[in-house]
């Protein structure tokens, strides 16, 4: 599929100042807005800041069941040597491991999950199928950060992403602690456009998701952003939930810390929002990264 009209230039030699987005943070009309888990007050939350956090939305000793899982993971050679596994520059340590839902039934299940499923229909006023999905992992001591960055502006020049109607979903599944390198957000952030300057060279995601070089936003719009909003990092138990918007600017420190620190992301996006040819002129990247085969909306699972 493609698209005449690129509604969010980036990604060009020469450099472009940020600016105010054109899209709604949340879509539908007043019915729809009030018809969910959400009450108005969270709604306005998400319209200003960007995103919202959930100490303790899942019972911490249900999240145990995964987090086994992904210790049989780290012990997985196959796994390791897989696509869709990114380890940590220079080690065999696992940074990330994309299309867990995929992989494991038992987080193609959580995906559906109905009082998940009901906020993101809620807050994108429509219904979703799955972008993306990965596992972060930070060990103790040895887990890298990830630089500041904007998921759309990524998904819009890399995989095609027309507008700004998809969000993550962050579930806390290691507690996360001022020390052990949790998710930083610029509140309000998600309300500008940075465009990021340089071409994206075939295959970029290859270092990409090792070391970002390419659709790192500017110091001066970033050091703006900061000084106007401040940071935020959501903390809390294992089960606690982040949702952020996908224009929302974020990324993490390393874990300075002995506690290793995992989370869980699923990316939700708007049936109404499904990929375009991608706007850098690439060719498009793989399915793990971006989901062109499977648009059928998500069921809740009622169990």
């Not at 039934?105 to 994108?124: G, Y």
């Not at 507008?163 to 001022?178: H, P």
Request: proline content about 7%; charged content about 25%; some cysteine.
């Amino acid at each position: 599929m493609s698209d005449t009209q690129d509604l969010f230039p980036t990604r060009l030699e020469r450099k472009l100042g940020m600016c105010e987005r054109i899209d709604p943070v949340v879509y539908g009309d007043e019915s729809q807005r009030e018809n969910g888990p959400l009450d108005r007050a969270q709604i306005d939350e998400y319209e200003r800041k960007g995103f919202l956090s959930f100490e303790g939305f899942y019972d911490a000793d249900d999240m145990q069941v995964f987090l086994q899982e992904l210790r049989e993971y780290e012990d997985d050679a196959d796994l390791k040597l897989s696509e869709g596994t990114i380890l940590e520059p220079g080690r065999e340590e696992i940074r990330t491991v994309f299309g867990i839902h995929e992989v494991s039934e038992r987080f193609q299940r959580l995906t559906q999950d109905p009082k998940l499923l009901a906020i993101v229909k809620q807050l994108l006023g429509s219904d979703v199928y799955i972008h993306q999905s990965r596992i972060n992992y930070k060990p103790g001591f040895k887990g890298k950060g990830f630089d500041w960055h904007s998921d759309f502006e990524t998904w819009h020049s890399e995989d095609g992403m027309p507008r700004m109607r998809a969000l993550s979903c962050s579930i806390v599944l290691t507690d996360n602690g001022e020390f052990n390198g949790p998710l930083m957000l610029i509140p309000g952030s998600h309300r500008y456009f940075i465009p990021c300057v340089g071409r994206t060279p075939q295959d970029n995601y290859k270092e990409s998701l090792k070391s970002q070089e390419v659709g790192v936003p500017p110091i001066s719009s970033l050091r703006e952003l900061m000084l106007e909003n401040d940071i935020e990092a959501p903390k809390g138990p294992a089960g606690s939930l982040v949702i952020f918007e996908c224009n929302t600017m974020h990324g993490s420190n390393i874990n300075m810390s002995c506690w290793p620190r995992s989370n869980l992301f699923f990316v939700y996006n708007s049936v109404e929002n499904t990929l375009h040819d991608p706007y850098c002129g690439n060719r498009p990247r793989p399915e793990f990264l971006a989901n062109r085969t499977n648009w059928k909306p998500l069921e809740p699972l009622n169990e």
